[in-house]
């Protein structure tokens, strides 16, 4: 990016201290349908488009390389071994869960609120979720000995009268992400539903019009359907809210509920869901500062919007520093020589670089965020937005490997070291998730109009 | 190797049968005998033809017409085999079952395993015919029912398919009736000379009947002569016994009569004839009931930490050259006469000598001075002489005719036939067993001068490193698979009987010497029986109808009665002092010690996976020997753990890694035999460096006068506890250790301590009692509750629990790669905590396994419910449901679940199918596996007792490792019965159980050591030099 952004400093400059816009100013419902759709449905991809969903492409092959080797071989090909039974997939999977966190936040929970600024960066921020979960969703299934097994863990009715151990977490696991999973896809279809009738009105090749159409499902935009629309997307939003706070708190169950010093801590939950808005809506701002710049969209997702994130994440980054802190006092103040050698282990074992990395990534980098000139600034904030996610995949990593390496018996510490094929499938999850982003933003509107319509009008009462 | 040998031999026959096939030939012997086959073979060395060359040809010029030709000869000959008259050999099924055999219920057979010649009495399991698993034998007086490691890893050599299969001449497949007819021909062209050109070469024989053939033969060929030489074998005792009185005697410890104990240099719990039978009376004079029990006390004195000093209650590090200048001194102390001038080494603190020698004398009749193989002999005859100025030769040390049929000193035996070969006098050169071309010391030349002998035959187990260099080789029976007779320790003498036919076309020494005796096709069988109709014990025969009865008795038992040998009545000579061993060496110089391995001895176990992968008792090194260096010396040097340096000594120069040790003694380098393979197979070839090739005639245990030089490689080398742990400043040993210890994990007291404080180890109320829980508890009121109480007293970390674990579970090797990952499999470990100062640490050896905890930490965390309670109180594992998620394994706090990171069941080795327990399942991939008490055992027996409608009886059922251990350290039994030996030895106040503060109430508790030091040298046992 280049680092002198003229449209941000030109908007900086122009800031009136109290509220910046939603929306810029003078936009009307065509020209928020015109250019939101036009990006879908322009005949000429850009040159940055095929070059990112090449890049993500090779990666996500490395990812299906990664994977077909593992099945043919063993999770052996990974760096785990005894004592740590897990490494890398387990660290993947919660950060991959943790940033979805923070697409269900602006679109459901921040929908109750009544936060107009929600509206422009919803849609991708969904779309981000469900792609987060679905590279998430990849390393429980990988992790396991015997994949082919995974539906074991399902309740089914099997002739050996065998069910799932309900006492386990990764039960909980199983029902929680699964709920999520499908609760986002629908609420994101949802939310699609007028915008594909928009697509469909709109496109010229037959052959999109026809998906379109098909996946529009009849929509015609009478007032009816309007109702109907509104009423299910209140509906899903209530059920979507709680997941927010649910999904990672049963994530963090998986350690909570373990006997292992540096996971058996009731302060998880929270913490969790703390961490895991935090690195979300570090990654809604890595996939948005670019989008508005490439697609120029600075007009929908504003200097506001860049500022209201800075504050979340600025928040929530508070959040994960007071548990730290709390995590690090409580395993002195306890007396419980496991958790405090756990603790100096952390610090000043094999692994302190990267808790000290860890520590640095997510709280001395987020407070820069304390003004308001940094908040506003793409660049800035991009930079922010890179670190703290890449801390967040510390964080998970030093809570998982560091506490499984040294636990109780000193005759069986151990080291985890990640092979090839650790940074494989991980670097191909990435892959995966920009393919599918790159996909989406291709053919699906990134942007929500119908909302960004309903804001146009609501700026034009407001004037009024 | 072999295997791969043999099929490169069949592709080239089968190219002769493409190119010649208007012949006919009957056998493959017969083609492989042809001059056409010969010079091809001789054309091209067999090795150098590999898939890739094959394929490389086939690639260049294999024509259709080539193919179709190859394809009409392999259907005509196809054809020919289906015309064939097939003879009629009727087969029949069972109309009634033969008595005794019920196909899934297993049969014993007592037998017994010649280790460096001397017998260890077995009981092997034998399913459906097939040997699965060796166990101790109770009757046997070197077993008691216990077994050693090489006994429980043997098993897996007879089913190695790296063992050779077919006879071979000049390195081709060969027939034994061609080896029988050159034979004899050659022996009749001595026959003028009588024998003058005839050398036999063998290892230690104790075999009567074996013993007799050879002395037939030599009757034959009076001028022929007989070497024997085994590379870790008892030359320096027996020596020392010469020295000493003038004669070669056998030495008998009585430990169980022994209450102060100095070894020197001796690992006499682990390694030796008698180690099975010595470790179980030591722990029994060390059993601690309560605070009235007594305890013998062991001063140990040695090098290279051994096991047996980690067992000591004061162990002094000394260079093995040094320790004759100590035992001349406690001699002098003890007012023996005639040690000459005696010389405090230094390093002994100043009041160590005097309090032992007064410890001694007050244990006058009930002590025992033993000294290591490694020392030379006469520390051998000075630590006789002590014993009998002690008054225990007679009492504690028996003195009886030596059980080797021809006694002598190996090494001396086989300088003469090198001396020979190399004057020519050597025509025909005979080989059973030994591989003198790897284990000859260095300094013989013994392979260049070997090379001159016109024939050269050999009898082995593997065609190895001797073999190559011979004209013939001939495939040796495993001694599982063939009769023999064997002595032990004591004389005592065992039929060996075979549990299964030959695998291969192999010949047992027995059969091989009848051969040599022409008397072809004698069976062993017929040999043993025919000696023991003559040489039976005429009063224990006469006590049964007829030999016959006798017999069956002896096969069964697994002894022949009477044949212990009797206590004979030595005098001390007065040589037994004479100056001798190294010469006197400046302190800094720094010394070599040769010792055979702990794992796989003198490297005729290399190519056993399960030794190979043995933790090493206290260095925890697997599949790897290395420079075993002190951590001073270390520091001295500028050494760091795997640092590769190039050793020099007596002008031969090795290459190998170093491995810092706390606890050796300074300047002084210890290089474990056994390693540096060239041709073991598939597992031993290449394993570690080979300490032979250094290692001289004259000083074969240890030498003075060593060069270290770095040479700024690195080698990596694994070790399962302590891995990248131990520097040359040693912080992180400590760490970790001082972690063990401040979380209680290791409980000690001295027994004063203990005589204070009986409850010094006792768990806090709270934390043996339920802890209120959400769960309802398990009802344990009725039927049997299984529980185990280890004796960390007892324990010696000799590892032999943990190869019949590996024995019995159908554990499989991972190799040195996936155990430096961290993913070894065995269910049972010997974890090794220091404490103390770095240099001379006290060690602490736990035996961790499974602790079925009531409250198990693994059993909630799995998500399928692969891994539940069982109602008698085990965790069970239910393999078929395991979906492998590992969370059970993150979750236990001891770190004994073990995962099959890959396929690492040998699924594809046909020869190991028969080895495996079929009540065990064989382990796919992607699943947990852990120890269950073996629970197999449990239910063979608990059928049993319900199909006889009564209750077990306590005793009846024995884990794996608990049935070998031979100090019975492990026992394990049925924890609702308070008469059951594990609950009263649970309900002993040293009882306490492992990390016991986290609730997770285990089922395997411990019993915490107590040590006997002697008062007289103040201070823990840490603070001796």
């Known amino acids: 990016m280049n680092p002198r952004d003229p449209i941000a400093e030109e908007r900086t400059t122009l800031v009136i201290e109290e509220g910046l816009p939603v929306l810029a100013a003078g936009h009307t419902y065509k020209s928020v349908t015109d250019k939101i759709s036009a990006i879908v449905l322009a005949k000429k991809r850009g040159r940055g488009w095929w070059i990112g969903l090449a890049i993500a492409l090779t990666g996500f092959m490395v990812l299906n390389y990664s994977i077909a080797y593992l099945l043919a071989v063993g999770v052996g090909i990974w760096g785990i071994n005894i004592p740590v039974g897990w490494g890398f997939a387990i660290t993947n999977f919660v950060w991959w869960i943790g940033i979805g966190h923070a697409g269900t936040l602006i679109s459901a929970f921040l929908l109750l609120m009544r936060q107009k600024w929600r509206t422009s960066i919803n849609r991708f921020a969904e779309a981000m979720t469900i792609f987060a979960v679905s590279c998430a969703g990849v390393f429980p299934l990988l992790h396991m000995g015997r994949p082919w097994l995974f539906y074991w863990m399902l309740p089914y009715p099997d002739t050996m009268g065998t069910w799932p151990q309900f006492r386990s977490p990764l039960v909980w696991d199983v029902f929680a992400v699964s709920t999520y999973a499908t609760v986002s896809v629908l609420f994101w279809f949802v939310g699609l539903i007028p915008d594909l009738a928009t697509l469909r009105d709109r496109a010229k090749n037959l052959f999109a019009r026809k998906i379109y159409g098909f996946l529009s499902m009849g929509w015609r935009g009478s007032a009816m359907h309007w109702s109907r629309h509104e009423t299910a997307t209140l509906l899903l939003a209530g059920l979507a809210t709680p997941l927010v706070v649910s999904v990672h708190t049963v994530v963090s169950l998986d350690f909570t509920a373990a006997i292992v010093p540096g996971w058996h801590s009731t302060i998880f939950p929270p913490y969790f869901v703390a961490g895991a808005i935090y690195s979300g809506f570090a990654m809604v701002l890595t996939l948005a500062i670019p989008l508005r710049k490439f697609y120029k969209l600075d007009d929908f997702i504003t200097l506001r919007h860049l500022d209201n994130m800075g504050k979340i994440l600025l928040a929530t980054g508070l959040i994960v520093a007071y548990s730290y802190m709390m995590e690090t006092f409580m395993a002195f103040y306890s007396g419980n020589p496991y958790d405090r050698s756990m603790m100096m282990n952390r610090m000043f074992g094999p692994y302190a670089t990267v808790y000290w990395a860890l520590i640095v990534c997510n709280l001395f980098a987020v407070q820069t965020l304390w003004w308001p000139k940094m908040r506003r600034s793409a660049l800035g904030l991009f930079i922010v937005s890179l670190i703290v996610q890449t801390g967040m995949w510390l964080e998970r990593f030093v809570i998982i490997v560091t506490s499984l390496s040294r636990d109780f018996l000193p005759s069986s510490w151990g080291m985890f070291y990640p092979t090839k094929w650790d940074w494989m499938t991980f670097l191909g999850t990435i892959g995966l998730f920009f393919t599918l982003f790159y996909l989406f933003i291709r053919y699906l509107p990134m942007i929500s109009i119908f909302e960004l319509r309903e804001l146009v009008h609501k700026e034009e009462e407001s004037k009024a | 190797m072999n295997g791969h040998d043999n099929s490169i031999d069949l592709i080239r026959l089968r190219e002769m049968t493409d190119g010649d096939r208007q012949r006919f030939w009957r056998s493959l012997e017969e083609l492989a005998e042809s001059p056409g086959f010969q010079a091809s073979a001789q054309h091209e060395f067999p090795v150098s033809r590999r898939a890739g060359d094959a394929a490389a040809q086939s690639a260049s010029g294999v024509s259709r017409r080539d193919l179709l030709k190859l394809v009409g000869a392999s259907t005509a000959v196809a054809t020919l085999a289906a015309c064939t008259k097939l003879p009629v050999e009727k087969i029949v099924p069972y109309v009634r079952q033969p008595e005794e055999f019920v196909p899934g219920v297993p049969l014993y057979y007592a037998t017994a395993l010649p280790f460096g010649g001397y017998a260890q009495g077995m009981l092997v399991e034998s399913h459906l015919g097939r040997p699965t698993k060796v166990e101790g034998n109770p009757d046997h007086p070197a077993s008691l029912g216990a077994a050693s490691l090489f006994a429980q890893a043997s098993v897996l050599t007879l089913y190695d398919p790296d063992r050779s299969q077919v006879p071979t001449h000049l390195g081709r497949v060969a027939s034994w009736d061609a080896f029988q007819a050159e034979i004899t021909d050659a022996l009749n062209n001595h026959r003028p000379s009588k024998g003058a050109g005839i050398r036999l070469l063998t290892e230690n024989v104790t075999s009567p009947t074996l013993a007799q053939q050879i002395r037939a033969f030599l009757a034959q060929f009076p001028s022929a002569k007989w070497h024997q030489y085994e590379p870790c074998g008892f030359d320096a005792a027996r020596e020392g016994s010469r020295l000493a009185f003038g004669e070669y005697v056998n030495t008998v410890y009585r430990f169980a009569r022994a209450e102060v104990i100095l070894a020197l240099d001796s690992d006499f719990l682990c390694s030796g004839a008698g180690a099975v039978r010595y470790a179980h009376d030591f722990a029994d004079k060390r059993r601690v009931v309560d605070a009235r029990s007594t305890l013998n006390r062991l001063y140990a004195v040695e090098s290279t930490p051994l096991s047996t000093g980690a067992v000591a209650d004061h162990r002094l590090r000394l260079r093995s050259s040094d320790i004759e200048g100590l035992v001349r001194a406690v001699a002098a102390g003890l007012g023996v006469s005639g040690v000459g001038q005696a010389s405090v080494p230094a390093g002994v603190p100043a009041n160590w000598i005097p309090a032992l020698v007064r410890d001694l004398q007050a244990h006058r009749g009930a002590s025992i001075v033993i000294v290591g193989d490694q020392q030379p002999p006469v520390v051998h005859g000075l630590a006789h002489a002590i014993n009998h100025a002690l008054g225990n030769a007679g009492a504690t040390v028996i003195h009886t005719e030596p059980v080797e049929a021809n006694p002598g000193d190996g090494m001396q035996s086989l300088s003469e036939l090198v001396a020979d070969m190399k004057a020519g006098q050597v025509e025909l050169l005979v080989i059973m067993g030994a591989n003198p071309v790897y284990n000859a010391p260095a300094d013989l030349g013994f392979a260049e001068q070997f090379m001159k002998v016109k024939l050269r035959v050999r009898l082995g187990l593997y065609n190895d490193e001797t073999s190559e260099l011979c004209h013939w080789h001939i495939p040796e029976s495993h001694y599982l698979e063939a009769w023999g007779d064997c002595r032990a320790y004591d004389g005592t003498a065992s039929v060996i009987q075979p549990l299964i036919a030959p695998l291969y076309t192999s010949k047992s020494a027995y059969e091989f010497m009848a051969a040599l005796l022409n008397q072809p096709n004698t069976s062993a069988h017929d040999l043993v029986y025919q000696y023991w109709t003559e040489h039976a014990p005429a009063d224990q025969a006469a006590r049964f109808r007829n030999f016959e009865a006798f017999w069956e008795s002896s096969l069964n038992n697994g002894t022949i009665a009477g044949t212990v040998f009797a206590p004979k009545q030595v005098a001390l000579q007065g040589r037994f ?314 979750n236990c706090p001891y770190k004994v679940r073990r995962f099959n990171f890959y396929l690492y069941s040998d699924w594809t080795t046909p020869s190991l199918y028969p080895l495996r327990n079929p009540d065990v399942t064989v382990r796919s991939r992607g699943v947990m596996e852990k120890c269950s008490y073996c629970l197999q055992r449990i239910n063979e027996v608990k059928i049993k007792a319900e199909r006889e409608d009564r209750a077990i009886h306590d005793g009846e059922i024995l884990t794996a490792c608990q049935q070998t251990c031979p100090t019975q350290a492990i026992v394990f039994g049925n924890i609702n019965d308070p008469a059951s030996r594990v609950a009263r030895l649970k309900a002993q106040s040293r009882q306490y159980g492992l990390l016991r503060d986290l609730n997770t109430r285990p089922r395997t508790t411990y019993l915490a050591r107590v040590t006997n030091p002697n008062p007289e040298l103040a201070g823990p046992r840490a603070q001796e030099s």
Not at chain 2, 597 to 616: H, K, M, T, V, Y
Not at chain 2, 695 to 701: D, E, I, V
Request: glycine share 10%; with cysteine.
């Open chain 2, 577 to 890: 002092a004479a100056p001798g061993g190294p010469p006197d060496a400046n302190p800094g110089d720094l010394e070599i010690v040769f010792r055979p391995d702990p794992a796989i001895w003198d490297g005729s176990f290399a190519n056993n996976g399960w030794l190979q992968e043995l933790p090493r008792p206290l260095t925890k090194l697997t599949w790897d020997n290395a420079a075993q260096v002190s951590p001073a010396t270390a520091q001295r040097l500028s050494l760091n753990r795997e640092d590769v340096v190039k050793l020099t000594y007596e002008g031969r120069e090795l290459s190998a890694p170093v491995l810092i040790v706390p606890g050796h003694a300074d300047n002084s380098v210890t290089l474990h035999l056994g390693y540096g393979r060239r041709r073991a197979g598939g597992i031993g070839t290449g394993v570690g460096v080979n300490a032979y090739s250094i290692r001289t005639s004259a000083n074969p245990g240890f030498g003075v006068g060593l060069q270290i030089q770095k040479t700024g490689a690195r080698y990596h080398l694994v070790t399962t506890q302590n891995q990248h742990i131990i520097n040359q400043d040693g912080r992180r040993v400590e760490e970790e250790s001082q972690a063990a210890f401040k979380r209680d994990i290791v409980r000690v007291a001295t027994l004063t301590e203990f005589q204070g404080h009986p409850d010094f180890a006792a768990d806090p109320p709270e934390e043996t009692t339920q802890a209120p829980s959400m769960y309802p508890a398990y009802n344990y009121k009725k039927g049997y509750q299984w529980g185990m109480s280890i004796d960390l007293n007892s324990c010696t970390g000799c590892n032999a629990c943990i190869v019949a674990c590996y024995a019995e579970n159908n554990i499989p090797v991972v190799g040195k790669e996936q155990v430096d990952d961290g993913r070894d499999m065995q269910w049972i470990r010997v974890d090794t905590y220091y404490r103390g100062s770095l240099d001379a640490p006290e060690a602490y050896n736990q035996v961790v396994m499974c602790m079925q905890c009531e409250n198990a930490p693994c059993e909630y965390v799995c998500p399928v419910g692969a891994t539940v309670h069982s109602p008698e109180g085990l965790n069970v594992m239910v393999y078929n449901r395991c979906v492998g998620t590992r969370y059970c394994s993150n």
